[in-house]
């Protein structure tokens, strides 16, 4: 209530911003007095962005254009190239499956889009619906091992595929199993793992037996009086953060354990022990801790804005959403396996 001017302000200025884009393509490149908002981005995720605001665009203001640009480019998304749904690329996924919520899709390209995630999901990608069916994780939430990077979030987009499948009603044959495999990934966040872990920050209170003490952040910083380690410091970490997650790489800072510089620093790297995480199976490369350099915890439980899922059960119990987190192709999975 009330938003409507607002809307129709961030609706202009959308409208603007595409349309400088569009006649301006190479401007961060040739300007020397302008910087790159996002200078990660490569010609591939920049070619998604262009086809993520063309398609939103259409569903605010169904314009024929924009439903002309995204029907001629839907096919340069990796999920068409490669027929292959994975957590890396959920955010563009999820973007090509909201045409189904424009005005007047193209069927065609509606049903090409829906027919790819599909087919992945229950047959082409082993790491989907295949390993539910196996019971390839003890957990129920399988995430294959080379996608164990430190960042929950992969985890969480790989359990919200599952209910993609039941929100867009592509497979109605296996809804039931869907459902349960997104669950699972809900339970796994909130402790049914190896680590015996609710993967959210100092939930004790709230029924949570064990939860996360400490996580590696600017304010809830290890040696803070305040907001260290909860139970240990007078509040600890406000509940409720997701921290990174287990990392089957970690190791401490390059300098250990003689080369940091003295031997105060030095001495540092061996304050505690870290193993674990370090030494340990993917599952299990996890500790609750926060120490800042040379031990470099930020690999493990650092929190921040990219890398937190979000979790909810929506009405009756059914698993609607694992998390919904902007995403994009992680460096370490340029191309899958396939």
């Excluded at 997650?245 to 003689?258: A, K, Q």
């Excluded at 609750?288 to 937190?308: A, C, M």
Aim: with cysteine; hydrophobic share 35%.
């Amino acid at each position: 209530m009330g938003q409507t001017t607002y809307a129709q302000r961030l609706r202009d200025a959308a409208i603007a911003s595409y349309d400088w884009a569009v006649a301006n393509p190479n401007i961060f490149s040739t300007d020397p007095d302008l910087v790159n908002p996002d200078p990660e981005l490569g010609t591939y995720d920049t070619d998604m962005r262009h086809l993520s605001a063309a398609l939103y665009l259409y569903a605010a203001t169904g314009t024929p254009s924009y439903r002309t640009y995204f029907d001629a480019h839907y096919t340069d998304e990796h999920l068409i190239q490669w027929d292959y749904a994975y957590p890396f690329e959920a955010a563009d996924q999820d973007m090509l499956l909201y045409y189904a919520n424009c005005p007047a899709p193209t069927p065609a390209v509606l049903a090409a889009i829906q027919d790819a995630y599909a087919f992945s999901m229950n047959a082409t990608n082993a790491e989907n619906l295949p390993a539910y069916i196996d019971a390839t994780d003890a957990y129920g939430a399988y995430l294959a091992t080379n996608n164990y990077t430190g960042q929950q979030y992969h985890r969480g987009h790989q359990g919200s595929m599952f209910s993609t499948m039941n929100t867009h009603g592509l497979d109605g044959a296996n809804a039931a199993n869907y459902e349960k495999a997104a669950a699972g990934f809900v339970h796994y966040f909130h402790g049914v793992n190896p680590n015996n872990t609710a993967y959210l920050t100092n939930m004790s209170a709230f029924g949570a037996e064990h939860s996360v003490n400490s996580i590696y952040h600017g304010w809830f910083t290890d040696g803070s009086a305040l907001w260290d380690e909860a139970g240990v410091s007078t509040y600890g970490p406000a509940p409720g953060f997701v921290p990174g997650g287990p990392n089957p790489t970690y190791d401490w800072d390059t300098c250990c354990p003689n080369n940091c510089g003295s031997v105060q620093n030095n001495a540092l790297c061996i304050a505690e022990s870290i193993e674990p995480p370090k030494n340990q199976p993917a599952q299990k490369s996890w500790k609750d801790f926060n120490t800042s350099w040379p031990i470099n915890s930020w690999t493990v439980t650092e929190i921040g804005i990219y890398t937190r899922p979000r979790m909810c059960a929506c009405s009756r119990g059914s698993v609607h959403r694992v998390a919904s987190i902007p995403e994009w192709s992680h460096p370490r999975h340029p191309r899958p396996s396939i």
